[in-house]
């Protein structure tokens, strides 16, 4: 089993940035098969960044100004999220999976953190 815990998220003006944090515990996960996804008022979860066991990919709205990390020695996964948008605002979660194959999807995942709020005002 895995456990997965976020921090970081709060209020923050347009233009600003966050640095939400994803504390992995219980039994170790190889390579880097972790992702992003957030979910705002009245819409489905969506797919915001991920870590294959090769390569970062993010998702259109988000790309070039969020960075997904992952700090082995702490078992963390990061998001930087930069010049940050009022529709960038929803609840943001980690998310584990057990296969390196598909990971854009929410069904992809098998572990998933509570959710942190991401607010941002305009």
């Known amino acids: 089993q895995v456990h997965l815990v976020e921090s970081g998220g709060g209020l923050v003006q347009a233009g600003g940035s966050l640095r939400l944090s994803c504390a992995a515990s219980?039994?170790?996960?190889?390579?880097?098969?972790m992702g992003w996804f957030r979910q705002a008022p009245g819409k489905a979860r969506e797919f915001v960044a991920a870590m294959t066991y090769n390569r970062m990919d993010y998702a259109d709205s988000v790309k070039g100004r969020f960075t997904i990390s992952r700090d082995t020695a702490k078992n963390t996964l990061y998001l930087q999220m930069n010049n940050l948008k009022p529709e960038d605002t929803a609840v943001y979660s980690c998310?584990?999976?057990?296969?390196?194959?598909?990971?854009?999807?929410?069904?992809?995942?098998?572990?998933w953190g509570q959710g942190t709020q991401v607010t941002v005002s305009s």
């Open positions: 219980g039994r170790p996960l190889g390579r880097n098969r």
């Open positions: 998310a584990a999976r057990e296969w390196d194959s598909s990971y854009r999807f929410t069904g992809d995942y098998d572990y």
